[in-house]
């Protein structure tokens, strides 16, 4: 539900559970503390978003910045070139990880709270994820690569550990260390 959709008691609520959720967790936040923390009563909540699930659906949802929208941006900056392309997207997600109050990917957060893959919830933040997956194949996919789809995949698991290093050691250290390791991945992928 859009913004313009929800009412001010909605829009209260929704407030509320964009710092919630990512602070403290999805499912550590019951309807009843999202109610009292948005000083509305839980029917608001349900009308206005159905149910918890989709109001965890539209936080990824929001969470999310559109794969489609990455690719426009960096084609922009870096018309003429792929491999600078890539760089921007990494790089990107590397500023990210430092971010004051940075918490992790909150899509891969979500999956680990929600373990069984045909939840509402976790089915949102798996098909987002698999857009980013897309996002890095369309990325490395002009460059003159060996196997474009696993060094896409391979980017990936560096992104997600780079959003998990950063939370247990040193942000700082785990971006500079996502942007080093794709390009060291990416020069091992590349044809002479």
Not at 65 to 94: C, F, M
Request: a negative charge.
């Amino acid at each position: 539900m859009t913004s313009e959709g929800r009412t001010p008691a909605g829009q209260r609520v929704w407030d509320t559970v964009r710092e919630l959720f990512y602070r403290d967790g999805v499912r550590s936040c019951g309807v009843a503390e999202i109610a009292e923390r948005a000083g509305v009563g839980k029917p608001s909540i349900y009308r206005n978003f159905g149910s918890k699930d989709a109001l965890a659906v539209a936080y990824l949802h929001e969470k999310a910045v559109p794969a489609q929208e990455i690719l426009r941006d960096a084609r922009t900056a870096h018309p003429d070139d792929p491999r600078a392309r890539l760089r921007y997207v990494v790089a990107q997600i590397a500023d990210e990880i430092t971010a004051p109050g940075h918490r992790g990917c909150p899509l891969a957060n979500v999956v680990v709270e929600f373990p069984d893959r045909t939840h509402p919830v976790r089915e949102a933040a798996q098909a987002l994820k698999t857009e980013y997956l897309g996002l890095f194949t369309e990325l490395v996919s002009p460059l003159p690569v060996d196997d474009p789809d696993t060094l896409a995949y391979l980017i990936q698991t560096l992104v997600e550990g780079a959003h998990l290093t950063g939370q247990i050691f040193s942000p700082g250290r785990s971006a500079a260390a996502l942007v080093d390791a794709t390009d060291r991945l990416v020069d091992s992928y590349s044809r002479p």
